[in-house]
């Protein structure tokens, strides 16, 4: 494997704010001199415009060892934004064949040109702006016992493949090398990932609890003990279960309570309870990543805490906006607002 450059900079990133039909570019000379100013370029033929995609920008991978120095993984990470769906769709791009058979990417941790980043460490990288899924490459552990997990979907082939890997960077080496621990390739119409997660009214520590099967409410949490986060109590874990949608390839989810094992399910007035019957919903990102809307895909209704003083939540059509308008998530009222995050571990 070709050694690769320990002393790289980090590049900075510029949005290009256009369309994807309008992106226009030279062909890239090497990495290390452009880092100042990223263009995309013209997008190639095997992957057409989409009317309803819209190009972030594209950086080069790199893996950031103890913040002390770095290695590029010779590829690019592409984003796009992909409205109305709401979601993030980070390509891996290779610009050369020497790059495709030079990368670590291709050689030891078999990404190709194309492939779709799904999830990271269990992060759910189609709900990460750009800037966020290159922070969580940065800070991949290069430590020989640390397990990292990538789930990627490849359109060519429409499967989706989940690998475990340890990445090593030996003491005054100037590589890095990767060793596969464990992989998996399903059809994606079969391939399903579950993470325990919270969902929390934006700016506030109120978070989404079942109560009782007929009660499922947003509630304040306040630990009394030094450094626990209210979102480490188990009260506010639901398990998610997320799948591919076969049209849009949005992420469909699901979520059931950890401590009843029942799902969320919507009623016809939009209250939530506990079933054995479970709602599905799409959860759609704004484009700079500052929240999450939790939509109901059934009857298009969309959660809501309409008073700031009332614990009790609802699912509820919007009145001020269209959901075929571009940028209608970017408006939601504050109401419509929550956070979504991963925690570390599933109570079983």
């Known amino acids: 494997m070709d050694e690769l450059d320990s002393c790289a ?6 949005e290009t704010g256009g369309e994807a039909e309008s992106y226009t570019g030279e062909a890239k000379e090497p990495r290390r001199d452009d880092h100042l100013q990223q263009n995309i370029p013209e997008r190639s033929a095997s992957r057409p415009y989409r009317p309803n995609e819209k190009l972030i920008a594209r950086t080069e991978i790199f893996v950031s060892p103890n913040h002390t120095s770095e290695f590029s993984l010779m590829g ?3 984003s796009s934004y992909i409205t109305p769906d709401g979601y993030f769709r980070h390509t891996i791009v ?14 030891m941790l078999k990404l190709r040109n194309g492939d779709q980043l799904l999830s990271i460490n269990n992060e759910d990288t189609t709900l990460l702006s ?4 290159l922070r969580v490459f940065e800070n991949l552990p290069s430590n020989k016992d640390e397990n990292i997990t990538m789930t990627y979907r490849r359109p060519s082939t429409r499967n989706v493949v989940d690998f475990s890997f ?7 080496s100037s590589a890095v090398e990767a060793r596969i621990n464990n992989e998996s390739s399903v059809p994606e119409s079969d391939w399903i990932k579950k993470s325990a997660v919270t969902i929390q009214n934006r700016g506030t520590n109120r978070y989404m609890q079942a109560l ?7 509630k304040e949490l306040i630990s009394s003990i030094p450094g626990q986060k209210p979102k480490d109590f188990h009260i506010c874990h639901f398990t998610e279960e997320r799948w591919i949608e076969s049209n ?7 979520y059931m309570d950890e401590e009843h094992k029942d799902y969320l399910h919507v009623t016809c007035d939009g209250n939530i309870i506990l079933s054995s019957t479970c709602s599905v919903f799409k959860l759609k990102v ?3 990543h500052a929240f999450v809307i939790m939509e109901e895909i059934v009857t298009g209704k969309v959660l809501c805490l309409e008073d700031f003083n009332d614990c009790c939540a609802k699912f509820i059509h919007p009145t001020n906006y269209a959901a075929d308008h571009i940028n209608y998530i970017d408006h939601m009222e504050e109401k419509f607002r929550f956070k979504r995050d991963s925690v570390p571990c599933l109570r079983q």
Not at 9 to 14: A, E, F, G, I, R
Not at 94 to 107: A, I, P, R
Not at 166 to 172: A, I, K, T
Not at 248 to 254: F, Q
């Open 9 to 14: 900079v980090h590049l900075t990133l510029v």
């Open 76 to 78: 690019d990470i592409e």
């Open 94 to 107: 290779f610009e050369s064949k020497q790059e495709v058979w030079n990368s670590v990417c291709y050689g």
């Open 130 to 133: 750009h800037e966020d899924a």
């Open 166 to 172: 340890e990445l090593n960077c030996s003491l005054g």
């Open 212 to 218: 009782e099967k007929n009660c499922v409410i947003f």
């Open 248 to 254: 849009s390839h949005a992420m469909l989810r699901r």
């Open 286 to 288: 704004e484009r700079m």
